[in-house]
Every structure is written in structure tokens, then in C-alpha cells.
Nanobody, 116 residues
Framework: VQLVESGGGLVQAGGSLRLSCSAS???????VAWYRQAPGKQGESIAT???????HYADSVKGRFTISRDNAKNTLYLEMNSLKPEDTAVYYC????????????WGQGTQVTVSS
């Protein structure tokens, strides 16, 4: 399965972006997530959604970001509102089955830059 992110770009602080992650085939993974990595910082899991629709967010994005999935379209989304300069990072989508111990499908990443 190949994952391809899109929707990144440059936005002013306070603005919004919607990221998409399209899968090349069936997207019925048990867990799908968005990660991000800022320059010089460790990668961070920011949002996760299970096959049943249960979501979890990192405190840094809670209340501002919304993760959703459309299995019929093989697509994962991340709606990002009230963006801050500290949200600047490369954003990756990832997926795994319940039996996998870690996320083993990753996209190539999309750059999000938030200007102050």
C-alpha cells in the first residue's frame, strides 16, 4: 500500500489547511495517524483514528486539529485550524494493522509552514 499526502503549503498564523492522505488500495487499516517532524525536533504523533472512528490527539493540537477518514475513498484527512508558527513541520500519514507492533506504512510527507 502506498500513501501519498497532499494539501501542505504556506499559511499565516491563525489560518487553516486541510491535509489529505490517499492510499493506493484498500484503506481498512485498524489504526491510521498523522505525525509531524519539525527541523531539529523529534517526530511527534499528533492525531490517530481507529477503524471504528475513535480519535486521539496530542495536547499540542487538541481543539484545533481534526482527523477523519473516508474508507470508501481510501483517504485520511487532517483539518488544521488556528495554525501557529510552531505547527511548522513536515506532516506524514501512517497506517498499521492491529497485529503490527508499529506503523509500517508511511507517506512521503508534506510541508506545512506557518508564518507569524
Amino acid at each position: 500500500v502506498q500513501l501519498v499526502e497532499s494539501g501542505g503549503g504556506l499559511v499565516q498564523a491563525g489560518g487553516s489547511l486541510r491535509l489529505s492522505c490517499s492510499a493506493s488500495e484498500d484503506f481498512t487499516f485498524d489504526f491510521v495517524a498523522w505525525y509531524r517532524q519539525a527541523p531539529g525536533k523529534q517526530g511527534e504523533s499528533i492525531a490517530t483514528i481507529t477503524s471504528s472512528g475513535t480519535t486521539h490527539y496530542a495536547d499540542s493540537v487538541k481543539g484545533r486539529f481534526t482527523i477523519s477518514r473516508d474508507n470508501a475513498k481510501n483517504t485520511l484527512y487532517l483539518e488544521m485550524n488556528s495554525l501557529k508558527p510552531e505547527d511548522t513541520a513536515v506532516y506524514y500519514c501512517a497506517a498499521r494493522r492491529l497485529s503490527a507492533g508499529k506503523y509500517d506504512y508511511w507517506g512521503q510527507g508534506t510541508q506545512v509552514t506557518v508564518s507569524s
